[in-house]
Each structure stands twice: as C-alpha cells, then as structure tokens.
C-alpha cells in the first residue's frame, strides 16, 4: 500500500509538472477578434488590436474594461481585482488609439463576446509618442493618432454626470477634450482648469459624431502653461479670405452702420482697408460690456471667428471679444 500511495503521489506530481511546462512553453494562439465563434467558449487566447474604447473603471468592484479593435471585429477586454490593481499600479492600462497585445480566457454568449485578463503581464500596451498639431488642422482622418496641442480654455461643461467637456481654443479653430469620471479615477488627479487658462494636452483624437474630438490618456496629460496662448492674430480686413474661414482673427476699425435682426444685431465696421460685418447674437450682444457705448463713428477691437454668409465674410466674437478703443 505504501507503494501504491508513493506512486499516485509520484504519477500526480508528474502529471502537474507536464501541465506547467505545457501551460508556460506552449504558444497562446492569436486569432482575429471576427473569428470568435461558440466551439471557442472558455478558449485562451490572443488579440492583437487597437484600443478603440477608453477604458472603464469601478473604484468599489475593482472592475476594469477597455475595447480592443482589429481589421475583422471588436471586442470587449475586462480584469477583475487583483489584476486591475497590477495594471493600475503598473501604469499599463490601455488607453484610447494604444496598440495592444492581450491574451485571456474567451467567453462566448449569445449577445456578448468578452476577453477576461487572467494574467496581468499577458497585456501589453505600446503608446506612440505624440505629434505637434494646430488645432484647426485635426480632422476625422486622424482618429486614435496622438497629438499634441496648446490652447486657451474656452469653455468647460458636463453635458451628463461623469463627463466634463473643456473647449480648447487656438488660432486656428476649437476642439472638445473629452475627461471622463472613469479617466480621473484611473489617474488619480482631477484636473483643476478653469476657462482664460492656457493648457497643453496630449490625446488621441476620437469621434463624437461627425466631430474630432481629443481624449487624454491620462488627466495629467493636461498641463497648464506659464504664457498665454494666442487664440488671434490682428488683421487688417481687407487682407481676409475665405482661406481664413473657421479661424479667429482680431480686426480694429470704426462701425459705420449698425442694424438689428430677429437673432441679434449686425455692425458694420471699416479699418480703412476694408469692411466686415460683425455678427452679435443675441445673447452675445445682451453680455456685451459696452453695448451701450456702440454706434456708428466709435472705433472698436473685435476678436472672433471668420464665417462666410450670402457670399460675403462675417466675423463672429463672444461676449468678450469686443472692446471699445478710446
């Protein structure tokens, strides 16, 4: 009998080494994400994609999820726990436009197909650096590219509760970035930016719609500068164009006529080189400092947008972008 149980004990450990050794030295298979059918339930495997989600995160469950992207599907990645925690602590979890390799254990549904991260070390993330860029030149074409940009902050708004959209302002245009609750959880910073500050941000650029818009990796990516950056050069009007329609131009000259419309009012206004009509709307002209300063003859500085309407150029300022020139 005490052979026989030195023999099982014998045959068992063999038995666990062989499985080691081949769980360790055996290659995990990588198979495209639209191969994934049902005879793959349970199956460990091997992505190799683009992160085309930003991740989510829940504090309390520990629960981290991000999408993975390649030529034939998508699917979505989660780990639980202990690995979540590995990743966070190891800086390497995933975010949007990151090239990924993943392996884990696949789950086949009916409606939803998930990849489970049992190894946190079987992930791994590649982040290009980024790439200098104007705003007004990001265009739908660069999705998941990372850049790199500088602005004025311009707006800052939650359209829902867990997202703040900050408007970042150059010469050349605008552009939303996007800073989700799930982003600052991850990072451990909540960004402290109010609008009239100068930020740089490095992101990826993503799509809302039919617009560009910029997600950080990290809520650190948006620093605050120590200059301020220009979100208009001074023009003289007769030297505008429709080359320089979406961009921000400062103009000075004299209003030579002004009239009102159902949404606001319309000045007209001349620098000697030129004349441009300059669109208030109507909440625009209601905040306006020195509404009641304007009227023909008075020279003014007007900052704002280059717009094209009925064939001609308009250009469009906010609130503050129009100042009376004494």
Not at 282 to 294: C, I, R, T
Not at 314 to 323: F, K, L, Q, R
């Amino acid at each position: 009998m005490r052979l026989v149980k030195l023999t099982v004990v014998l045959l068992a450990t063999v038995g666990l080494t062989s499985l080691w050794y081949v769980a360790t030295h055996t290659e995990i298979p990588t198979i495209p994400i639209g191969r994934v059918g049902a005879t793959m339930n349970l199956a460990y495997v091997r992505f190799v994609g683009r992160c085309s989600r930003s991740p989510s995160y829940d504090p309390r469950s520990g629960t981290l999820s991000f999408w993975i992207a390649d030529d034939s599907g998508e699917i979505r990645v989660s780990c639980y726990g202990s690995e979540t925690r590995a990743l966070i602590e190891g800086h390497r979890v995933p975010a949007l436009g990151d090239e990924i390799a993943v392996a884990g254990t696949l789950r086949v549904a009916e409606d939803f197909d998930t990849l489970t991260v049992d190894v946190p070390e079987h992930l791994i993330v590649s982040r290009v650096d980024p790439v200098d860029r104007v705003i007004g030149r990001i265009e739908l074409t660069d999705q998941y590219q990372r850049v790199r940009v500088r602005g004025e902050v311009r707006d800052v708004r939650e359209p829902y509760q867990g997202l703040t959209l900050i408007t970042l302002r150059d010469s050349s245009g605008a552009i939303d970035v996007a800073v989700s609750e799930d982003l600052v959880a991850l990072s451990g910073v909540t960004p402290i930016i109010g609008i009239g500050d100068s930020v740089e941000v490095v992101a990826a650029v993503s799509r809302y719609r039919d617009t560009p818009q910029l997600v950080p990796a990290s809520s650190a990516d948006l620093v605050q500068l120590d200059h301020p950056v220009s979100i208009a050069s001074e023009q003289f009007i007769g030297d505008l164009s429709r080359r320089d329609i979406g961009r921000w131009f400062t103009v000075i000259g004299a209003i030579t006529r002004m009239g009102r419309f159902s949404s606001g009012s319309q000045l007209i206004l001349d620098d000697g080189t030129g004349a441009i009509t300059v669109l208030l709307w109507q909440d625009v002209y209601d905040a306006l400092p020195v509404a009641e300063k304007l009227g023909p003859g008075v020279q003014i500085e007007v900052t704002g947008e280059i717009d094209w309407y009925r064939g001609e150029l308009e250009i469009v300022p906010e609130a503050d972008g129009v100042t009376v020139v004494e």
